[in-house]
């Protein structure tokens, strides 16, 4: 991880770390604040804990993004304080909807200038967004708002497994990761496993980001804790819960970002810090999924 966070997130890059609140790599932004990245502008369409600790750890000057918070608890603190106090310093806000930053992602990865859609209409976004603008239709002549295409100097997503060549599998949950990779410059895929190419190849519609896109391969179990792994292991409800009282006070973020990330080497002393009865917790059943006949 640390070697890949070095080769292909700079200083100032636009950064999108992806996954809808199934693995989202908490590890990749870990190694990101270890290294004191900075100036970045942090693109993502739910920013929450982990763009909250890249913040707090003054890593962004920018955030783009659509909603923001931590799910199922409340605020971001980090964000606010940013925002409404400056500290650790100001950050920049981008906002559109869901489906707006969505668009521009698709847009992105097809490598078109924008993408039109209907949902702004009756929104105030386009009033604080001078990147939200209106087309004509060339085919009815209607109006439509349009968003920008965008395309990250790097996506980071965090799959399940891959193969060596970068070929990612993912089941369960998904975001935009397929988009956002295929949207970015260099693409890093963070895995709970490497696994061998005919495992890959012997269900190749699982596959969702190709190996041909993709710059490297991270394998780091556990890496999107507190977020989970379909199959691997579940979300740690607890730490969202936890994170709240964390973030509230600066003094509290700084010893958790001191104890938790700038104090250790890599996410595998994370994982023994965090100790087995969290693993245990954490722990999923098995619930294999059914065999399919590629055969022809």
């Given at each position: 991880m640390s ?43 739910t920013?929450d804990?982990?763009?909250d ?11 783009v993004f659509?909603?923001?918070g ?11 304080r940013?925002?409404?106090?400056g ?12 489906f ?53 100097d790097?996506?980071?997503v965090?799959?399940?497994?891959a ?6 599998q ?33 269900d ?31 979300r ?10 964390i ?11 001191d ?38």
């Amino acid at each position: 991880m640390s070697d890949a966070i070095r080769e292909f997130v700079h200083d100032g890059d636009a950064v999108m770390i992806e996954g809808f609140t199934h693995l989202i790599c908490f590890a990749a932004g870990h190694e990101i604040i270890r290294q004191r990245k900075k100036d970045l502008v942090a693109c993502r369409l739910t920013p929450d804990l982990i763009y909250d600790q890249m913040i707090a750890a003054g890593c962004v000057r920018k955030l783009v993004f659509s909603w923001a918070g931590n799910p199922g608890v409340g605020p971001l603190h980090a964000l606010r304080r940013a925002v409404e106090k400056g500290r650790p310093h100001s950050i920049e806000l981008e906002e559109y909807s869901h489906f707006g930053m969505a668009m521009r992602v698709y847009a992105g990865a097809a490598r078109l200038p924008f993408m039109p859609l209907r949902s702004y209409r009756g929104s105030d976004l386009p009033k604080v967004n001078p990147n939200i603008r209106t087309v004509v239709c060339p085919f009815t002549g209607e109006e439509l708002n349009a968003v920008p295409a965008l395309q990250p100097d790097v996506t980071i997503v965090h799959a399940q497994r891959a193969d060596a060549n970068g070929n990612a599998q993912i089941w369960g949950l998904f975001g935009v990761q397929k988009e956002a990779a295929f949207a970015a410059k260099r693409v890093i895929v963070v895995v709970e496993e490497l696994v061998d190419e005919q495992i890959i190849r012997a269900d190749p519609n699982r596959t969702v980001i190709p190996g041909m896109i993709v710059n490297a391969v991270v394998v780091e179990p556990y890496g999107a804790h507190p977020s989970f792994a379909q199959g691997y292991y579940d979300r740690d409800n607890d730490f969202y819960i936890k994170w709240d009282a964390i973030s509230k006070d600066e003094k509290s973020m700084q010893i958790y970002l001191d104890e938790w990330i700038y104090g250790l080497p890599d996410r595998a002393a994370y994982v023994k810090k965090m100790g087995e009865e969290t693993w245990k917790r954490l722990a999923v059943n098995q619930r294999l999924s059914g065999v399919v006949n590629y055969g022809f």
